[in-house]
């Protein structure tokens, strides 16, 4: 799997919260989700991310409540990545469930910046800073999780028989 964007960069302790709030949580549809995402810590995300951008993350990202309109929100706003510090638990598991793909590098977290040009090689475990010429390496996604991610979600893989 592979995947390249320009990125869009938030610090440590991203919430759920603040990734889809949830005075929007009345509403399961992806496209609506997404018209709000990132919001109250940016208004203008929804009119500057296109399909296939990465979005980069501090310490922690995804804290919060176990929501899964907030990995929903992020894969339906375009992004087609979030690379990370480090992720909370339920919010690493639920992306993956909705097959949004996410790594954490805290190396790459660190040195790559808003609106940088940023390739993933996801079964290699490489992330390059186009912009700077930097690469950094992370663990590969397990067959699996590639399996999970490339089918669109959990659900759709166990729909098409490609896990059990």
């Known amino acids: ?60 990202f995804g804290c919060g409540s176990s929501r899964e309109h907030a990995p929903i929100a992020i894969k339906a706003s375009g992004i087609s990545l979030v690379i990370a510090k480090s992720f909370a638990r339920i919010f690493y598991r639920n992306a993956i469930n909705i097959g949004l793909a996410i790594v954490e590098c805290p190396q790459a977290a660190e040195a790559i910046e808003e609106g940088h040009t940023v390739e993933a090689d996801l079964d290699a475990g490489v992330i390059t800073d186009v912009t700077t010429g930097r690469s950094f390496k992370t663990e590969p996604f397990p067959d699996f999780i590639q399996n999970i991610i490339s089918a669109g979600g959990l659900v759709n893989a166990a729909k098409a028989g490609i896990i059990g």
């Open 1 to 60: 799997m592979k995947c390249t964007g320009k990125t869009v960069k938030y610090g440590d302790n991203v919430d759920t919260d603040v990734i889809i709030p949830a005075r929007y949580l009345n509403t399961s549809d992806p496209k609506e989700l997404a018209v709000h995402c990132m919001e109250d810590i940016d208004k203008s995300f929804h009119s500057k991310i296109h399909d296939g951008d990465i979005m980069v993350g501090g310490e922690n």
